[in-house]
């Protein structure tokens, strides 16, 4: 089992309860979108908001077929809305 | 030199606008976006402005770069504004220099448009009867084409402040 933290921002964080959230995925993950997956159904009340969610590695945005990043943390930002 | 463009403090316009730099420059572009007490109907008591703040200030300087490049203009500020905010309170301000009023003009609104639409922030409207909500934001997810999932809408038709 390979632990991934998920960061959780705005709505997103206020749908789950929580900022961060940490999930076991098997072994068999091996994409950013494997993990994305995962998480829609370990949580299914975040699974309608994650398909328009960008997911961000650093400061930088990976993609779902990319690999899982190394230190196993995932930033799920939902739409944008500055200004 | 990198100026903060993320501010958790009121952010003062007076000190970005640079007026006795770029003799070069006949043109000063200024927009300033402050928090309106309404929204689509609801009136708005405060809100609050949350960010992916290593990304949002990424965004940011990408914008401030490519808005010099794209309309060959100097000098390009942007600070976006973080935290709880009142009604009145600046949310947002871009300065341009310019040599003339044309480019000056477009570009401010360009990069204004830019950040508002891909700078990971987020707000939250707080409403006089009680209850709050996320504004209704743009997609900044850059692979939907590759994926199988149904395609939620991918462009900015959110109205928002500023």
């Given at each position: 089992m390979?632990?991934?933290?998920f960061?959780?921002?705005?709505?997103?964080?206020?749908?789950a309860?929580t900022a961060?959230?940490?999930?076991?995925v098997?072994?068999?993950?091996?994409?950013?979108?494997?993990a994305?997956?995962l998480?829609?159904?370990?949580?299914?009340?975040?699974?309608s908001?994650?398909?328009?969610?960008?997911?961000?590695?650093?400061d930088?945005?990976?993609r779902r077929?990319?690999?899982?990043?190394?230190?196993?943390?995932?930033?799920?930002?939902?739409p944008?809305?500055?200004? | 030199?990198?100026?903060?463009?993320?501010s958790?403090?009121?952010v003062?316009v007076?000190?970005?606008?640079?007026?006795?730099?770029?003799p070069?420059?006949?043109?000063?572009?200024?927009?300033?976006?402050?928090?309106?007490?309404?929204?689509?109907?609801?009136?708005?008591?405060?809100l609050?402005?949350?960010?992916?703040?290593?990304m949002?200030?990424?965004v940011i300087r990408?914008?401030?770069?490519?808005?010099?490049e794209?309309?060959?203009?100097?000098?390009?500020?942007?600070v976006?504004?973080?935290g709880?905010?009142?009604?009145?309170?600046?949310?947002?301000?871009?300065v341009v220099r310019?040599?003339?009023?044309?480019?000056?003009?477009?570009?401010?609104r360009?990069a204004?448009d830019a950040?508002?639409?891909?700078?990971?922030i987020w707000?939250?409207?707080?409403?006089?009867?009680?209850?709050?909500?996320?504004?209704?934001?743009?997609?900044?997810?850059?692979?939907?084409?590759?994926?199988?999932s149904p395609r939620?809408?991918?462009?900015?038709s959110?109205?928002?402040?500023?």
């Amino acid at each position: 089992m390979i632990p991934i933290v998920f960061e959780l921002y705005a709505n997103l964080a206020r749908l789950a309860g929580t900022a961060e959230y940490r999930l076991e995925v098997a072994d068999g993950a091996r994409t950013v979108g494997d993990a994305v997956a995962l998480l829609g159904q370990a949580r299914p009340e975040l699974a309608s908001s994650l398909d328009r969610c960008a997911c961000v590695s650093g400061d930088s945005i990976v993609r779902r077929a990319d690999a899982l990043p190394a230190d196993g943390r995932i930033a799920l930002l939902p739409p944008v809305a500055g200004g | 030199m990198d100026h903060p463009v993320l501010s958790h403090e009121p952010v003062a316009v007076e000190p970005l606008l640079e007026l006795q730099s770029h003799p070069e420059c006949g043109g000063l572009a200024l927009f300033v976006g402050t928090v309106r007490d309404h929204h689509e109907g609801q009136s708005v008591k405060h809100l609050a402005y949350t960010a992916h703040e290593p990304m949002a200030a990424k965004v940011i300087r990408a914008v401030e770069a490519d808005t010099r490049e794209r309309f060959g203009v100097p000098y390009v500020r942007i600070v976006h504004r973080l935290g709880d905010l009142a009604i009145g309170d600046i949310a947002i301000v871009c300065v341009v220099r310019a040599p003339h009023r044309a480019e000056a003009f477009e570009a401010c609104r360009y990069a204004v448009d830019a950040v508002k639409h891909g700078a990971p922030i987020w707000k939250e409207e707080f409403y006089t009867d009680g209850s709050s909500a996320f504004v209704e934001g743009c997609c900044i997810r850059d692979d939907l084409d590759e994926s199988a999932s149904p395609r939620p809408h991918r462009h900015h038709s959110h109205t928002s402040h500023g």
